[in-house]
Nanobody
Framework: QVQLVESGGGLVQAGGSLRLSCAAS????????MGWFRQAPGKEREFVSA????????FYADSVKGRFTMSRDNTKNTVYLQMNSLKPEDTAVYYC????????????????????WGQGTQVTVSS
C-alpha cells in the first residue's frame, strides 16, 4: 500500500502562485509515476500533470502547460506542483495519485490506472 498526503492548497488572487506538495509513504518503491488531478465544482475530475519517479519525465495537460511545473524529491518521497499565473478556472480540489506500473504516455495517464489517491487539497483562485 501507498499513502499519499497533499498540502499547500489555499486561497490566492488571480495571477498569483501556490505550491502543492504530496508526501508518499508505505511501499513507495512500487510507484512508477505520480500524477496530479483536479476536480472543479460540478465537473469531472481531470488530469493535470504527471512525473516519472526515477527518470523525472513530465507531462502536462494543455490547460496548465507553461504555468504549472511538477517536480519530485525522491529523498523525501514527495512531489510538488508549482502553480503560477493562476486563473479562476484553476479553482478545484487537487488530488495526488500514484501509478504503480510502467506504460507509454499519455495513454497510460488515465485516472483508472492510478491505484493510490490522496484526500485532496482545495485551491481557490479569486478574480
Amino acid at each position: 500500500q501507498v499513502q499519499l498526503v497533499e498540502s499547500g492548497g489555499g486561497l490566492v488572487q488571480a495571477g498569483g502562485s501556490l505550491r502543492l506538495s504530496c508526501a508518499a509513504s508505505g511501499r513507495t518503491a512500487s510507484v512508477n509515476s505520480m500524477g496530479w488531478f483536479r476536480q472543479a465544482p460540478g465537473k469531472e475530475r481531470e488530469f493535470v500533470s504527471a512525473i516519472r519517479r526515477i527518470a523525472g519525465e513530465t507531462f502536462y495537460a494543455d490547460s496548465v502547460k507553461g504555468r504549472f511545473t511538477m517536480s519530485r524529491d525522491n529523498t523525501k518521497n514527495t512531489v510538488y506542483l508549482q502553480m503560477n499565473s493562476l486563473k479562476p478556472e484553476d479553482t478545484a480540489v487537487y488530488y495526488c495519485a500514484a501509478l504503480n506500473f510502467y506504460g507509454p504516455w499519455p495513454q497510460t495517464l488515465r485516472q483508472g490506472n492510478f491505484r493510490y489517491w490522496g484526500q485532496g487539497t482545495q485551491v481557490t483562485v479569486s478574480s
